[in-house]
């Protein structure tokens, strides 16, 4: 049966004149997902910061919880009330909420990103458990940049947040 998991997308507005057409820009907070599968790889291999809620969590308090525990970071004070993005499926079926929230241009200092750590089996069928970070790093990325790495159905929460920005 697939899985739920909750997610936080923060963004920060890019300094005054830094958008392609020197407009004031928008950057998202993408995390790359950890361990050896996932080391060599960069398109496809960066998420939302999310998780799976615990049992009886509501989603968005799940959002926060999973954010701040895959950063590694308390989650900085929104600026704005957080945003809705909705929902996207997976490939695999896996069901994604995520919101997303404004922080200040220097909030989250992503060379301070730790996140906590999960146990795989790897090399695959080995039978062998090691325990990998659950993101190794993190990083601000414009929209098309975005878009070009993470992992393809949140692509869409990019282009949810830029309408609800525009609108």
């Known amino acids: 049966m697939p899985t739920t998991s909750a997610g936080l997308l923060l963004y920060r507005r890019a300094p005054e004149g830094s958008g392609p057409r020197g407009e004031t820009?928008?950057?998202v907070l993408l995390a790359h997902m950890?361990?050896?599968?996932?080391?060599r790889k960069d398109a496809g291999a960066w998420t939302v910061p999310k998780g799976e809620?615990?049992?009886?969590?509501?989603p968005y308090a799940a959002a926060l919880r999973e954010a701040a525990e895959e950063l590694g970071l308390p989650l900085?004070?929104?600026?704005r009330p957080d945003l809705d993005l909705g929902e996207v499926r997976q490939r695999a079926g896996k069901r994604v909420l995520?919101?997303?929230?404004?922080v200040a241009p220097d909030a989250v200092d992503v060379g301070a990103v730790r996140s906590n750590t999960v146990e795989v089996e790897w090399p695959p069928r080995s039978g062998r458990r090691i325990e990998v970070p659950e993101v190794d790093r993190a990083a601000w990325f414009a929209p098309d940049a975005a878009r070009a790495v993470v992992v393809s159905a949140q692509a869409a929460f990019v282009d949810r947040l830029l309408e609800a920005l525009d609108g």
Do not use: K, L, N, S
């Open 53 to 58: 809620p615990e049992p009886g969590e509501e």
């Open 25 to 27: 820009g928008v950057e």
């Open 34 to 39: 950890g361990g050896p599968f996932w080391a």
């Open 98 to 102: 995520v919101w997303a929230r404004e």
């Open 76 to 79: 900085p004070a929104p600026r």
